[in-house]
């Protein structure tokens, strides 16, 4: 993590070799965002940051990994993961990725953003209607696992900042979840093939 400890305006203030220490010790290093891998000896990544998330709500963990299959991908943000990138990402792109995934945004290298868009039409319908959201509710949640900013959604959708916070809150609220990566994944697995757009970037 060198390379972090340069970057002007980043600081890595802890650093593990494993989950059993990151759980010891990170809750007292409260960091703004977490690089996690997935394979880890013992406890693994994606169990790491279900554990994490409850002991720190408000940080943002991104998933660095070699790991490209679906199940790996929803796993993680399942569990909490607000970002999903792939090891040979630049150091400079991960750079601002860590300073999107601050700034409210959800970075993902551009395949994995891409087979999350398509596994909302590939998988079979749950048929939940718990689960049903309005026709906008879906444009914007298509564009949240996109990885669009708040502001980016708003400027496609041709709607306010306060409208799209409103419309996330909601999809939040039907979905029941707390993050980003959450209702992405949820709504993936429950109602796959309900996207309005089915757009691909």
């Known amino acids: ?16 070799a494993s989950m059993e220490h990151a759980l010891e ?8 965002v977490v690089l996690m891998d997935i394979n880890l000896p013992g406890i693994s990544g ?3 940051v279900r554990r994490l998330k409850r002991l720190l709500p408000e940080t943002q963990f991104v998933m660095l990994t070699v790991y490209e299959d679906a199940d790996h991908i929803f796993d993680a ?27 409210g945004g959800s970075p993902m290298t551009s395949n994995i953003a891409r087979k999350v868009v398509q596994s909302f039409q590939t ?5 939940d209607a718990t689960y ?32 799209v916070n409103t419309y996330i809150r909601r999809i939040y609220e039907k979905l029941h979840v707390r993050s980003r990566g959450q209702a992405v994944a949820r709504y993936a697995h429950l109602t796959p093939g309900r996207t309005a757009s089915g757009r691909i970037p």
């Open 123 to 127: 998988l079979p319908r749950a048929g």
């Open 25 to 32: 010790h990170l809750p007292q290093a409260r960091p703004d």
């Open 77 to 103: 943000l399942a569990a909490g993961a607000t970002g999903y990138l792939l090891k040979q990402t630049p150091w400079p792109d991960l750079l601002n990725a860590i300073r999107e995934v601050h700034a």
């Open 1 to 16: 993590m060198e390379w972090i400890r340069r970057a002007e305006g980043f600081a890595c203030v802890s650093e593990h």
């Open 132 to 163: 049903e959201l309005s026709r906008r509710e879906q444009e914007v949640l298509d564009l949240l696992a996109r990885g669009f900013l708040y502001k980016e959604i708003a400027d496609a959708l041709g709607l306010s900042v306060p409208t």
């Open 46 to 48: 994606i169990e790491g």
